[in-house]
C-alpha cells in the first residue's frame, strides 16, 4: 500500500504561483508514475499532468501546458506540480495520484490518491 499525502495550497492572486507538493510513504516511490488531477466544485476529476516512472517524459492537459510543471524526486519519495500565472480557473482541489495502469489521463486508471489540497486563485 501507498499513501500520499499533499501540501502547498492555498490562496493566491491571479498571475501568482504556488507548488504543490506530493510525499509518498509505503513502497517504492520510483516503482510509479504519477499525475495531479484536480476537481472544481461541481465538475468531474479532469486530469493535470502525468509524469513518467523515471522523469523521462512528462504531459499536460492543454490549458496548463506553458503554466504548470510536473516534477518527481525519488530520492525523497516526493512528487511537484509547479504552478505559474495561475487564473481564477484553475482553482480546484488538487490530488496527485501514483501508478497508472492504463490510460493515464482517466483517474479510474490509477492506483493510489492523496486527500487532495485546494488551491483558490482570486481575480
Known amino acids: 500500500q501507498v499513501q500520499l499525502v499533499e501540501s502547498g495550497g492555498g490562496l493566491v492572486q491571479t498571475g501568482g504561483s504556488l507548488r504543490v507538493s506530493c510525499a509518498a510513504s509505503g513502497r517504492t516511490f520510483s516503482n510509479y508514475d504519477m499525475g495531479w488531477f484536480r476537481q472544481a466544485p461541481g465538475k468531474d476529476r479532469e486530469f493535470v499532468a502525468r509524469i513518467s516512472r523515471l522523469s523521462r517524459s512528462t504531459d499536460y492537459t492543454d490549458s496548463v501546458k506553458g503554466r504548470f510543471s510536473i516534477s518527481k524526486d525519488n530520492a525523497k519519495n516526493t512528487g511537484y506540480l509547479q504552478m505559474n500565472s495561475l487564473k481564477p480557473e484553475d482553482t480546484a482541489v488538487y490530488y496527485c495520484?501514483?501508478?497508472?495502469?492504463?490510460?493515464?489521463?482517466?483517474?479510474?486508471?490509477?492506483?493510489?490518491w492523496g486527500q487532495g489540497t485546494q488551491v483558490t486563485v482570486s481575480s
Open positions: 495520484a501514483l501508478g497508472s495502469s492504463g490510460p493515464y489521463k482517466s483517474p479510474n486508471t490509477w492506483a493510489f
